[in-house]
C-alpha cells in the first residue's frame, strides 16, 4: 500500500488499515494537509486485494486517537483512554481554568489544545459557581476587599484592600454569601 501511495506521487500518511469480517472490505485511515485525489489509488488497491476499498482521511486527533501513546500527564492520550467522541476544545476552556496560555503547556501530542481542557471544563465551571467573581467585593471586619484571584484547586481567594494597601489570602470556606447585603462576608 505505501509503495502505491510513492507511486501516485500522493501527499498522504498513511495511519492504520482495518479489515471488517462481517463485509469483504478494506478501510485506510490517512491524514493530509490537504484535499488527495486517491480514486487511481483505490483501484489500484481493489486489483491487489480483490475486494472493496475505502479511504477515508482523518484529522490529527483521530490520527492521535487511534495510534495512542502517552501525554504530558504520563497518562495514556485521552482521545483514545478516557474520551468516547472528540469534542471541541477552545481557548476560552484554558481561560477558564487559568491555566498559562503557552501553546506547549496546553497542546497535546497532535498539535491541538489538550483534550483534557474540554472534559474538565464543566467541572471548573461549576466549581468556579461557589466564589465570588473576580472584581466582587467581600466585607471582612466593616472593611471592603476586592476580589482579585481565586485558585478552585486550593480553594483560596486573593484580596486586596479599597486602598489597594494591603493584600490577604482567604479559603472559601471562610466566607459566605449573604442574601440580605447582597455581599461576600466573613464566617
Not at 7 to 16: D, G
Not at 114 to 139: A, D, M, Q, R
Request: hydrophobic residues 35%.
Amino acid at each position: 500500500t505505501l509503495d502505491k501511495i510513492k507511486e501516485h506521487n500522493l501527499e498522504m500518511k498513511l495511519i492504520n488499515a482495518h479489515y471488517f469480517l462481517e463485509e469483504p472490505k478494506l478501510l485506510f485511515n490517512f491524514t493530509s494537509d490537504g484535499r488527495v485525489d486517491f480514486r487511481d489509488l483505490v483501484k489500484d488497491l481493489a486489483a491487489i486485494f480483490k475486494i472493496r476499498i475505502e479511504l477515508r482521511q482523518i484529522g490529527v486527533r483521530d490520527e492521535c486517537r487511534i495510534m495512542s501513546g502517552y501525554g504530558h500527564c504520563g497518562r495514556l492520550f485521552c482521545c483514545s483512554n478516557v474520551l468516547s467522541d472528540i469534542s471541541p476544545v477552545t481557548i476560552k476552556m484554558a481561560k477558564e481554568q487559568n491555566l498559562t496560555l503557552n501553546s506547549l503547556k496546553i497542546s497535546g501530542i497532535c498539535g491541538r489544545l489538550l483534550c483534557c481542557l474540554g472534559y474538565e471544563y464543566k467541572t471548573y465551571l461549576e466549581e468556579k459557581s461557589k466564589f465570588p467573581e473576580i472584581g466582587e467585593k467581600v466585607k471582612i471586619n466593616n472593611e471592603q476587599y476586592t476580589v482579585t484571584e481565586i485558585n478552585i484547586q486550593t480553594e483560596n481567594i486573593k484580596l486586596i484592600s479599597q486602598n489597594e494597601d494591603r493584600v490577604m489570602y482567604i479559603n472559601l470556606k471562610e466566607i459566605k454569601y449573604d442574601q440580605f447585603w447582597k455581599i461576600w462576608i466573613l464566617k
